[in-house]
């Protein structure tokens, strides 16, 4: 008995041993460039619409739409293209889901370059769109992830992000000029306090992401489009007082303690919050351009919907326009040409920039849309971020990563909202001098290296 | 064929032929990915670019860094909350294998919340704790109105908010285990106990408690690993935000947000091994004398 169990015991044991050691040693080998001269992305022009063909798989992100919208642009699509098949995929967490298919070849022939990919590495999974000099000519914010003067996506829409307001609560409350500067807009939402139901400025904490949205005005604070690519990375401590980051997020520790947001930010609830700044139970809430439209749409009082600049105490109130996702071109494809086709109509014909992302289009030929040109007429500017210089590419972000500072992530964003509430014992300097440290260890290893 | 082989031969030729399929899938699906997640703990990965081996440099920086190891006194507050869970399971389970009206209706509404998903308990429970939610308002009915606070959003409550959620849903599990093992114990032993004057509480303590033993200790071990790896729950209601965060939601965290998979890794493998050594100890404590 003790003899047969040991002898299958070795059995299985090696039995596992093989599915282990089989599973181990499949590791994809690297596909090599076809042997034409001409790279696809200019091929793929000289041919007919007609003979481009084939089963396309576009990644997205927006499962809201998916089903509505992306089915008429692909119906749209096909009027030009009748012989190109597409089926779309919608992932609910874009940049976790793709991460794992990204170790595999299929990961659609359309899909977005995830922020998380490090810069360097991204024509190891994409396909090159064009020379960084002709794509700046016809296109914005390409500049941000080329590599060695190749472009590889193109922003979906370029947008830009402020203070989403109701204005008949303002209104009510006694607002009569829009708060340009910190101390204004506090004051503005103490008066929403007094004299409203409203709550004076929504945090949306619980979902966590909406709190990441400041990020995107801290150039506004600056007042400055060099700071943030640029200048913050001469700095070791870029969260000293005095400094942007500082001098921004102070106004969110402000809020929080003079008890200007909802009551209990844990319980927040942000599909409940459009309907609530709809109905204007909501005063404020610091948003991208993306949301104006769903807010607006999220009831029925459409027209009290605005938005308005981070308040700066800056000289020039600049919205600096952030590129959204890009699209992309897996470079593992094997339909290149179709999918070419699709980023190209996509970008030019499908609106979606303005329509569904609630900003202006990464095109130079598309017009700006209506409601940018009357803020540029009240001086508001709209204007690019200045690119990293070629030396400094993507450290911006490594040292972010490294530092666990995550500029754009929500949890330290939710440290400052439970200090200023009362729940932490650490002071707003205590914050941004942890910020500091970590950033600054960070900064040193990567600088050295 | 077969016929001709002896019946020693026959038997280990269909316990092999048996055991394929669950261990091919046993393999494909457990050890194959935890021996995937050894080696990448001793990498550098992001997950997008090329690995780079660093030997046990991630293991350092989680044994040195202090930050790491705080969250495990989150997870004290489940540790406790097992014992609490463990006690009603017994207590509930002891009582309705005895003669009880309406013993089924008890049993089912016990044993409810462990069927339920746990995304649809975290939602519950969410409106449940907000303020003038569930919660404050029934302890406003039974005049306890004054000690109300907000559940999730203090931080002292938040962790016992969390775990009491956990304990509600995961009792009825241990429940239905207790239960079972209960009911096995043979009727006449009462009624020889009973002869011999036994109250109910000497019939727990010197007949049901040892027969059952091995099953308390399994559900103990069952609840302690669950205890450390606490993460539906809290990362579905708070997303480990306001001090909540458990050691498994740093770990996805660590690999998802900031991109450090091998880090993380070393997380899950040191996570493991705490899991495994804490059983090793119980099952000494609780080791049968045989």
Redesign the interface.
């Known amino acids: 008995m003790l003899k ?1 169990n040991q ?2 015991l070795v ?2 044991a090696s ?2 041993a093989i ?2 050691i089989a ?2 040693s499949s590791d994809s080998e690297e596909s090599s460039g076809e042997g034409s001269d001409q790279p696809t992305y200019e091929t793929w022009k000289e041919k007919d619409p007609e003979e481009i063909e084939g089963d396309l798989t576009v990644i997205t992100h927006r499962t809201d739409i998916v089903d509505t919208v992306y089915q008429e642009y692909a119906k749209q699509f096909n009027e030009i293209y009748p012989n190109v098949n597409v089926n779309f995929e919608a992932l609910t967490d874009y ?2 889901e793709i ?2 298919r ?2 595999t070849e299929d990961y659609g022939d359309v899909q977005y370059i ?1 922020v ?3 810069i360097e ?1 991204i024509p ?2 994409f396909e090159p769109m064009g020379t960084l000099e002709d794509m700046q000519e016809k296109y914005l914010g390409v500049e941000e992830r080329q590599v060695d003067g190749k472009v590889y996506g193109i922003p979906i829409a370029l947008t830009y992000t402020g203070v989403i307001y109701n204005k008949s609560v303002f209104e009510e409350a006694g607002v009569t000029e829009l708060p340009k500067t910190q101390d204004e807009f506090i004051a503005a939402l103490e008066k929403v306090k007094e004299n409203t139901d409203a709550v004076p400025l929504y945090t949306n ?2 979902a ?1 992401w909406p709190l990441t949205q400041w990020e995107g005005a801290v150039t506004t604070t600056a007042g400055n489009v060099d700071y943030y690519n640029v200048d913050m990375l001469d700095d070791p401590t870029p969260f000293d007082q005095g400094d942007p980051h500082y001098e921004h997020y102070s106004l969110m520790y402000e809020v929080a303690e003079k008890e200007l947001i909802e ?5 927040t609830d942000w599909e409940a919050s459009k309907v609530r700044m709809n109905n204007g139970e909501i005063a404020t809430m610091v948003l991208g351009s993306w949301a104006l439209e769903q807010i607006q749409g999220a009831g029925e009082n459409a027209d009290d919907i605005g938005m308005m600049a981070f308040p700066t105490d800056a000289e020039e109130t600049i919205f600096s326009l952030g590129a959204d996702l890009n699209i992309s071109i897996n470079k593992n494809s094997e339909n290149k040409d179709a999918a070419f086709a699709w980023v190209d109509w996509f970008i030019h014909d499908s609106g979606y920039s303005v329509e569904q992302a609630g900003g202006i289009s990464a095109s130079k030929d598309i017009p700006l849309p209506d409601a940018l040109t009357a803020a540029q007429e009240e001086g508001a500017q709209f204007e690019m971020l200045t690119p990293a210089p070629d030396d400094k590419q993507g450290l911006l972000d490594e040292v972010d ?1 490294e530092s ?1 500072v ?1 500029l754009w ?3 330290n964003k ?1 440290i400052i909202i ?1 200090a200023a ?1 009362g ?2 014992d650490e002071s707003y300097d205590d914050i941004m001098n942890s910020w500091n440290e970590d950033w600054s260890a960070a900064y040193e290893e990567i600088v050295s290296e | 064929m077969f016929s001709k082989l002896s019946y020693k031969r026959q038997r280990s030729v269909i316990i092999v032929a048996f055991l394929i399929v669950p261990l091919t899938l046993l393999g494909t699906f457990s050890f194959l990915p935890v021996a995937n997640m050894f080696w990448y703990s001793l990498t550098e990965w992001n997950g997008f670019s090329d690995k780079e081996f660093i030997g046990l440099e991630n293991y350092r920086t989680v044994f040195t860094d202090p930050e790491y190891f705080r969250v495990f006194t989150v997870s004290l507050y489940y540790f406790f909350g097992t014992f609490l869970q463990m006690g009603l399971a017994l207590y509930f389970a002891t009582i309705l294998s005895f003669k009880v009206r309406m013993k089924n209706f008890f049993k089912g509404v016990i044993f409810f919340p462990y069927l339920l998903n746990g995304v649809a308990i975290g939602f519950m429970f969410l409106l449940f704790f907000q303020p003038e939610g569930g919660l404050d308002t029934i302890l406003g009915l039974v005049g306890l109105g004054d000690f109300t606070t907000h559940w999730l959003g203090n931080p002292d409550v938040i962790n016992i908010s969390l775990a009491g959620t956990s304990v509600w849903r995961y009792m009825g599990f241990n429940f239905i285990i207790f239960l079972g093992a209960i009911s096995s114990i043979p009727n006449d032993v009462y009624e020889a106990s009973e002869i011999d004057g036994a109250n109910r509480w000497h019939q727990f303590r010197y007949i049901i408690l040892p027969s059952i033993k091995i099953i308390v200790s399994l559900n103990l071990i069952l609840a302690i690993s669950g205890a450390l790896s606490a993460f539906e729950i809290p990362y579905i209601m708070t997303g480990g935000s306001n001090g909540s965060a458990t050691f498994v939601i740093q770990t996805v965290d660590t690999a998802f947000k900031y991109g450090k998979i091998g880090l993380a890794s070393a997380m899950a493998v040191i996570l493991l091994f705490i899991v495994i050594i804490v059983t090793a100890v119980q099952r000494k404590f609780f080791s049968e004398d045989d």
């Open positions: 047969l002898k299958l059995f299985f039995m596992l599915v282990v599973g181990c940049g976790g991460m794992p990204m170790n995830p998380q990919v490090p590495d190891n999974f904490y619980a966590g009551e209990d930010p844990l319980t990563k666990e995550g992530l929500e949890p939710k439970e509430i729940n932490r």
